[in-house]
């Protein structure tokens, strides 16, 4: 794993993932790293509080997750929030998806931690999201905030699971899918209509959902009364 350090009053810390987690080097930068995220990874970048362009009174971090959701990366977040000490953050995804166990993997890990999520990209200054998307597997990560807000023109967007390798019986894989599915949206407090939504979307194609279709299925819940607090 690569840690790129940026140095402003306080650090801020952007992790870029390879599958093997190889040891690389440390580089300090006075401003975040503009080249393109490799697409195979989730690439973390963490904005501490106090960064320049920060609101002085804003105490949580920004973490932004950007690409694939690769096996790894439920264990590459654990480890930051740990080392970095994270106590407080809200999580912005801008991913075309992964691997579904992972995803739900990381958003159990962000609901433990009491984290909040939106949709949208990092912006060249770290601060200020951009628009982006939330597909596939991300809505299941996604879905770990204990508050869920949605940037303006950003997407969330889901479609039915596929394994990464044929299976002998579809029916039965779908099966298992749809059971470990509806228990982690349970546990999150999604409605199952959104399993319902999944199955009729073919997996080379992608079902936006519009943002009344989100705060239905209780997705995008920003603007309703704030959730009960999560034990930790």
């Known amino acids: 794993m690569r840690d790129w350090i940026l140095r402003s009053n ?29 697409p195979g990874y989730l690439h973390i970048v963490a904005v501490a509080p106090g960064y320049e362009g920060r609101a ?27 080392r970095r000490q994270i106590g407080r953050a809200i999580v912005f995804f801008n991913s075309p998806g992964g691997h579904l ?12 931690r009491g984290f909040d999520t939106d949709v949208g990209g990092r912006a ?9 998307v939330c597909y ?16 303006p023109g950003s997407m969330l967007g889901v479609h039915r699971a596929a394994n990464n390798v044929p ?14 599915t509806a228990g982690y949206l349970a546990e999150m407090g999604i409605s199952q209509d959104l399993l319902a939504i999944m199955s009729e979307v073919s997996h080379d194609s992608i ?12 997705l995008l819940n920003s603007s ?6 999560t034990p930790r």
């Not at 993932?17 to 975040?32: E, F, N, S």
């Not at 596939?136 to 807000?149: E, L």
């Not at 309703?224 to 607090?229: C, D, F, S």
């Open 10 to 38: 306080l650090w801020c810390t952007a992790l870029c993932a390879t599958m093997l987690c190889a040891t690389g080097g440390v580089y300090a930068q006075d401003a975040p790293s503009t080249a393109p995220a490799d």
């Open 56 to 82: 002085p009174a804003d105490d949580r971090w920004i973490i932004y997750l950007e690409g694939f959701i690769d096996s790894g990366a439920a264990a590459r977040l654990a480890g930051l929030f740990d």
């Open 101 to 112: 166990v992972e995803a739900m993997g990381v958003g159990r890990l962000l609901r433990q």
């Open 124 to 132: 060249p200054d770290s601060v200020l999201a951009r628009p982006g």
């Open 136 to 151: 596939s597997a991300c809505p299941f990560a996604y879905a770990g905030g204990v508050r869920r807000s949605l940037e």
């Open 167 to 180: 299976v002998p019986d579809e029916g039965a894989f779908q099966g298992v899918v749809s059971d470990q």
């Open 207 to 218: 079902r936006e959902l519009t943002r009344q279709e989100a705060e239905r299925l209780g």
């Open 224 to 229: 309703l009364p704030p959730p009960a607090a």
